[in-house]
């Protein structure tokens, strides 16, 4: 098992701990991760796609060129860098006249693309190639019996034809049972399927709105479960998640929403024994108790 | 009401390629559900392909709903006439761009000078903060190439046109 790291700019840039946490664990798992020279921005949907589809292709084929001289897949965390590129490779390798496209415009760098590798997310690298045995193996239940809520990154669910790896892609399950594997109790609300809200344009363009949507997520939360903490795996829904509800409390004044979020690596990491202070030091929901209790 | 005699019926050629999008029945399953459809003015990506269709070009160009987009493409997991609304609404974008510069997105001179909107390069302190010391191989630690990079983008037209937003 050996894969490209994509890393994106948000979670090297402002959630190193996160990238930390998954360098830290994936080779412990027996994922080898190599690094992919001169990548650049996925590109995020609201840059080159937003005005020219040959241009957004390009780079596309750009960074999946990198793991493609290298023989690997590329892994990625964030969700819209996920589907940036996977849709991007889908494009790409499903038309000829988009193959020949992309490889006109690469020819002055000297790359080329011929579609030999995929993009992969973290989660189905976590549960079609590591598997739950031997995460369970490494987490050595640690969280036995800690309730915990899943939010799953919608840019792996849709459009399934084109990004999805769930079996049963409307009713996805990969991340809870992954959370499972660390002994954890994945309790199930309402908003569960909902996304975060926190990607694209929606909470610059209207604030207030993405503000009052997370909220509903996060009320159906604490009034349906016991949850300790939201377990993501995109850096966006990490931020988001994380942020919104320091602003709703700000709104509100009050304290009333405290639920620790982390992305799945950092809970893993933690479980395995990898310092605190390098895989899960970065947040506005402060998350030391949860770690202390449970982790030590 | 849409007066349909004003309205320039073949700027859909001009908007995409295409042909997906001409299945829409107009039966909204891509509003419910949308997170940005409770944005205010809501993003209703079915009305925004009925401009498409129906050739509203003036409505559609002043149209700011496509950016509210959360981009999660539940939209195109659900349209049970395959149009793709997710991937109009880029289109729609792209559209706006090519008839309207003052629609570039601002991010897309950062990643063209430096591949990254998020400055990855300057972060080197929080990462060693958390135990990374070596550097990110980001596209900045390679000026040969950035150069080709750059050189790659240059040949879209859009990018061409507005050299001046890029550096020239």
């Known amino acids: 098992m050996k894969y490209g790291l994509f890393p994106g700019c948000n979670m090297p840039a402002i959630r190193p701990d996160v990238e930390h946490a998954i360098r830290l664990t994936m080779p412990a798992l027996g994922a080898e991760l190599v ?13 080159f796609p937003s005005m020219d589809e040959d241009a957004k292709l390009a780079v596309n084929a750009w ?37 020949k496209r992309v490889a006109e415009l690469l020819e002055v760098t000297g790359k080329k693309y011929e579609g030999k590798n995929t993009v992969k997310h973290i989660t189905d690298v976590l549960y079609h190639d590591v598997g739950l045995d031997r995460i369970r193996k490494a987490a050595k239940d640690r969280y036995k019996g800690v309730h915990m809520v899943v939010q799953y990154p919608c840019h792996t669910l849709y459009p399934s034809a084109q990004v999805g790896f769930e079996e049963t892609p409307g009713k996805p399950r990969i991340l809870a049972d992954l959370v499972e594997a660390l002994g954890a109790t994945v309790d199930h609300y309402g908003c569960e399927y909902q996304c975060c809200g926190g990607a694209g344009g929606f909470h610059r363009a209207a604030h207030e709105p993405a503000m009052e949507f997370a ?5 159906s939360i604490r009034n349906e479960t016991k949850a300790e903490a939201i377990v993501v795996s995109c850096i966006t829904c990490l931020m988001f998640l994380d942020k919104v509800q320091k602003d709703l409390n700000e709104a509100d004044g009050s304290e009333k929403y405290a639920i620790p979020v982390f992305d799945y690596n950092q809970l893993l990491a933690l479980s395995m024994g990898f310092p605190r202070d390098q895989v899960a030091s ?15 | 009401m849409i007066a349909l005699g004003e309205n320039s019926l073949e700027m859909y050629k001009d908007v995409s390629q295409e042909e997906d999008f001409k299945f829409c029945m107009t039966c909204g399953i891509c509003i419910a559900g949308c997170p940005a459809s409770r944005a205010d003015p809501p993003l209703l990506i079915r009305n925004l392909v009925r401009k498409v269709i129906l050739g509203q ?43 309207d510069e003052t629609r570039l997105p601002p991010s897309l001179v950062e990643l063209y000078k430096r591949g990254y909107t998020q400055a990855v390069d300057k972060s080197q302190e929080l990462r060693a903060q958390v135990g990374m010391k070596d550097k990110l191989p980001t596209i900045t630690e390679y000026p040969d190439l950035l150069e080709k990079y750059q050189k790659m983008l240059m040949q879209i037209e859009i990018i061409k046109a507005n050299d001046y937003m890029f550096g020239g």
């Open chain 1, 35 to 47: 690094d992919l020279e001169g990548y650049v921005c996925c590109p995020a949907f609201g840059t």
């Open chain 1, 63 to 99: 960074n999946l060129s990198i793991g493609e001289e290298k023989g690997v897949d590329l892994m990625v965390e964030c969700g819209s860098c996920f589907s940036s590129l996977k849709m991007g490779h889908e494009h790409i390798c499903h038309s000829e006249a988009k193959m």
């Open chain 1, 215 to 219: 909220r509903s997520k996060l009320d």
């Open chain 1, 282 to 296: 970065i947040a506005f929901v402060d998350r030391s108790d949860f770690i202390s209790k449970y982790t030590g």
């Open chain 2, 57 to 99: 070009e003036d409505d559609l160009l002043n149209d700011d709903t496509p950016w509210t987009c959360v981009t999660c493409s539940r939209c195109e997991e659900v349209c049970p006439q395959d149009v793709k609304p997710f991937e109009m609404g880029l289109a729609i974008r792209q559209w706006q761009c090519k008839n």
